[in-house]
C-alpha cells in the first residue's frame, strides 16, 4: 500500500452552459427544488467479478442481497449496464478515464500500464480541490499499473515478495472485511472538504472462498456464497458512512466490473467470450435530492460512462477525450437508446486464439469472431440460437456499426505507450489470481485467421484444470494435462511455460532446459506471437540454465530478454547480476543503468 500522488492534466473541453442548464431543470422537475452540488462528494464502489443476475434488485434469487437491494431503492438502477471488456484492469481504466479500451491502450491484466498523464475522473475531481483516495482489493490493480494517478492515498496490496532473503509471495487479494478497515482508518483521520473515494472489492473473484468466522450470515454456495458475503461487506461500508455524515452529501455509484462464466458456454471464469455472464453488471447511482429514488433506466448503459455522468451531476466539463457519455438524459427519460459495445484480447494474448468485439442495442446483440454470432435477446436471453444467417442484413448493419466503433476509438499510441512486460513476481501474483498471463500484445495474424474460440474452449477448460493441479502441488498431473494442451495447440506459448515451471518444481531441471529451448523457437517462429512473449521466453530459459549452474549460457537469455524489454524490473537487474558472475561487470552495469 501507501500513498501515491500525481498531478493530472487541465481540462481542455469548453464547458457547456446549455447543457447545465438542461440538467438544471431536470433536477427542478424531477425533486422538487433545485439542488446545488458544489458541495457534493463521489463515492465509487466497484464490485469485481459481479453478474448482474445475483443481485436482487437486478433480478437475481440465488442469495439474499439486502444492502445492494436497499442501495439501489434509494437511488436510479440500470438494468442493462455492460463492461467494455471482461477484465479487471483494462475495466477499471475505462471507469476512471470514461474511455474504451482501444483508446486508453490498456487492453488486458498486467501486461499494460495507463500511461502517465492520461485524464482522469480522479485528475479532474482532485482539480476542484476533492481529497481523492482508493482502496483495492486484489494486486491487479497494483498502484504500478496506472490507475494510481492522482490519488492522494492509494492503498492496495503490499507487493514485497523477497524479505529477509526468501520468496514470500503475499496474498495476492484481500477480503472485502480489510479492504474496509483501512477505509475506515482513512475516515477516522476525518478528510477534509469534499472527498472522491474509490473502494474496490474482489471478493466474487475466484477462489470461492469467503472468510467462515461466524460473525457474518452468510447464504449460497461457491460463487453466490461469495456475492453474500461481499453485499454484507457493502452494507457496513454504507452504514459507515451515513453515520460520518457522508452519504447523504455524496453521489454514490455502485457498478461491477465484469461477469463470471460459471460455466454458461464453457467458460469457467471470465475473459474469454462476450456473452451476457461476462458484461452483463449492475449499476445504481445514489445521491438525495439529485438523482431520483426507485427509478429503473432500461436499454444499454456502459462502465465508460459513468466518469461522464457523474461530471455532469456535478455540473463540471466533461473528460476531453472520453468515448462514453452522460447517463443524465437517460436517467430523465428512464431510457437509454445507445448502442453498447465491448472488446476481449484476452483469447489471443494467452492462447493464441481470435480476439472477440462486440456491440448490442435494447434488443439484438453481434459478436465478431471467425464465426459471427448475432442473438436476438428479447427471444433468447441465454445466446444459444446464432440467427445470422436468418437475419444477414440485421448483422451486417450491427458488424459495420461495430467496425465504425474500432475505427473511432483505435489508438495505436496509447496502445504502445501503455504496453509493459510482467516481472516474474508480478506474472505470479496475476497467476495466482487466475490471470495466467502467458504472452503479450497482440500482432500478426487477423481474427479471421485465428482458431475461433467457441471452437478452442475446451483447451481453456483443460488448462484449468492443470493450473488447479499446479497450485495444489500435483506437478506431474499438471504436466500431464500440459502436454494435452500442447497436443491440440503447439503455439499456445502459455502451456509450454507453464510446463516448464511444473518441470522446475519436479526439479526436472534438465528437461525443463529442453522445453525452454522449444520455448524459445515456438515464440520465434510464431506470427502472431508478441515480443513479450519471446521475452518470456527468453527469461524462463535464462532461470532454468541458472538453476543448473550454467552462467554463460543464463547471461546470454537474459541479455536476449533485457534487449526485447529493457523496462523489465526483473529482468535486468537480475541479468546484471549474472553478467557480473561471469566477468561481464561492463556490460552488466551498462543494462542495469539502462
Keep these: 500500500g501507501g500513498d501515491e500522488a500525481s498531478a493530472g492534466r487541465p481540462a481542455s473541453r469548453r464547458f457547456s452552459w446549455a447543457a447545465a442548464l438542461g440538467c438544471a431543470a431536470w433536477l427542478l422537475c424531477s425533486c422538487g427544488r433545485p439542488v446545488d452540488p458544489s458541495g457534493l462528494s463521489v463515492i465509487l464502489v466497484t464490485l469485481d467479478t459481479t453478474r448482474a443476475d445475483r443481485i436482487g434488485a437486478f433480478g437475481g434469487t440465488a442469495?439474499?442481497?439486502?444492502?445492494?437491494?436497499?442501495?439501489?431503492?434509494?437511488?436510479?438502477?440500470?438494468?442493462?449496464?455492460?463492461?467494455?471488456?471482461?477484465?479487471?484492469?483494462?475495466?477499471?481504466?475505462?471507469?476512471?478515464?470514461g474511455m474504451y479500451p482501444a483508446s486508453h491502450g490498456v487492453r488486458h491484466n498486467g501486461l499494460y500500464r495507463l500511461r502517465e498523464g492520461e485524464e482522469t475522473l480522479t485528475a479532474r475531481l482532485k482539480q476542484q480541490g476533492f481529497a481523492t483516495a482508493a482502496f483495492v482489493g486484489a494486486y491487479v490493480l497494483d498502484a504500478r499499473f496506472g490507475l494510481e494517478q492522482s490519488f492522494d492515498v492509494y492503498d492496495d496490496i503490499p507487493a514485497a515478495r523477497y524479505e529477509g532473503g526468501r520468496d514470500n509471495l503475499f496474498e495476492a487479494q484481500r477480503t472485502a472485511e480489510e479492504v474496509n478497515a483501512s477505509v475506515f482508518r482513512w475516515l477516522d483521520r476525518k478528510p477534509q472538504g469534499r472527498i472522491f473515494l474509490w473502494v474496490h472489492y474482489y471478493d466474487p473473484h475466484i477462489p470461492y472462498?469467503?472468510?467462515?468466522?461466524?460473525?457474518?450470515?452468510?447464504?449460497?454456495?461457491?460463487?453466490?456464497?461469495?456475492?453474500?458475503?461481499?453485499d454484507s461487506c457493502f452494507g457496513d461500508l454504507i452504514a459507515r458512512l451515513g453515520r460520518d455524515g457522508i452519504l447523504d452529501r455524496s453521489i454514490v455509484v455502485v457498478a461491477g466490473d465484469h461477469g463470471e462464466g460459471l460455466g454458461e458456454?464453457?467458460?469457467?471464469?471470465?475473459?474469454?467470450?462476450?456473452?451476457?455472464?461476462?458484461?452483463?453488471?449492475?449499476?445504481?447511482?445514489?445521491?438525495?435530492?439529485?438523482?431520483?429514488?426507485g427509478r429503473t433506466v432500461s436499454?444499454?448503459?456502459?462502465?465508460?460512462?459513468?466518469?461522464p455522468t457523474v461530471l455532469d451531476l456535478l455540473?463540471?466539463?466533461?473528460?476531453?477525450?472520453?468515448?462514453g457519455a452522460s447517463l443524465v438524459p437517460a436517467m430523465r427519460s428512464g431510457k437509454s437508446t445507445r448502442p453498447a459495445f465491448a472488446e476481449t484480447l484476452m483469447p489471443r494474448i494467452e492462447f493464441g486464439w481470435s480476439d472477440l468485439a462486440m456491440v448490442r442495442d435494447a434488443r439484438f446483440k453481434f459478436i465478431r469472431a471467425p464465426r459471427p454470432e448475432l442473438y436476438d435477446l428479447r427471444e433468447d436471453p441465454k445466446e444459444r440460437d446464432n440467427i445470422l444467417e436468418r437475419d444477414p442484413e440485421r448483422g451486417t448493419a450491427l458488424a459495420a456499426a461495430l467496425e465504425d466503433w474500432a475505427v473511432r476509438t483505435a489508438d495505436e499510441k496509447a496502445q504502445k505507450d501503455a504496453e509493459r512486460a510482467l516481472s516474474a513476481e508480478e506474472e505470479a501474483r496475476l497467476q495466482s489470481l487466475g490471470y495466467l498471463a502467458g504472452g503479450g500484445s497482440p500482432v500478426g495474424e487477423g481474427p479471421a485467421e485465428l482458431p475461433d474460440p467457441k471452437d478452442r474452449i475446451d483447451e481453456g477448460v483443460i488448462l484449468f484444470e492443470a493450473r488447479d493441479a499446479l497450485q495444489a502441488g500435483r506437478a506431474e498431473e499438471a504436466i500431464r494435462v500440459f502436454d494435452r494442451v500442447l497436443r491440440m495447440n503447439p503455439r499456445n506459448h502459455l502451456a509450454r511455460t507453464s510446463r516448464i515451471q511444473a518441470l522446475i518444481r519436479l526439479k526436472r531441471l534438465v528437461e525443463a532446459e529442453q522445453e525452454g529451448l522449444r520455448a524459445v523457437e515456438a515464440a520465434k517462429v510464431d506470427p502472431g506471437c508478441a515480443a513479450t512473449s519471446l521475452e518470456?521466453?527468453?527469461?524462463?530459459?535464462?532461470?532454468?540454465?541458472?538453476?543448473?549452474?550454467k552462467s554463460r549460457e543464463a547471461e546470454e537469455q537474459y541479455r536476449l530478454a533485457v534487449e526485447l524489454n529493457r523496462s523489465n524490473e526483473t529482468a535486468a537487474p537480475f541479468g546484471g547480476i549474472l553478467l557480473g558472475a561471469a566477468g561481464g561487470m561492463q556490460e552488466a552495469m551498462r543494462i542495469v543503468e539502462d
Design 299 to 307: 436499454g444499454p448503459g456502459e462502465l465508460v460512462d459513468i466518469a
Design 63 to 97: 442469495v439474499p442481497t439486502p444492502n445492494l437491494d436497499a442501495f439501489a431503492r434509494q437511488g436510479t438502477r440500470f438494468d442493462a449496464a455492460f463492461a467494455q471488456v471482461p477484465l479487471t484492469l483494462p475495466s477499471h481504466s475505462s471507469i476512471l478515464t
Design 315 to 323: 455540473r463540471l466539463p466533461p473528460l476531453a477525450k472520453a468515448g
Design 209 to 230: 472462498a469467503p472468510p467462515e468466522t461466524g460473525s457474518r450470515v452468510l447464504h449460497g454456495t461457491g460463487y453466490d456464497r461469495e456475492i453474500s458475503y461481499t
Design 265 to 293: 458456454h464453457r467458460e469457467k471464469t471470465h475473459g474469454v467470450f462476450l456473452y451476457e455472464e461476462a458484461l452483463h453488471v449492475p449499476l445504481a447511482i445514489r445521491a438525495p435530492g439529485l438523482v431520483r429514488a
Design 536 to 549: 518470456k521466453a527468453h527469461r524462463v530459459l535464462a532461470s532454468v540454465y541458472w538453476m543448473l549452474g
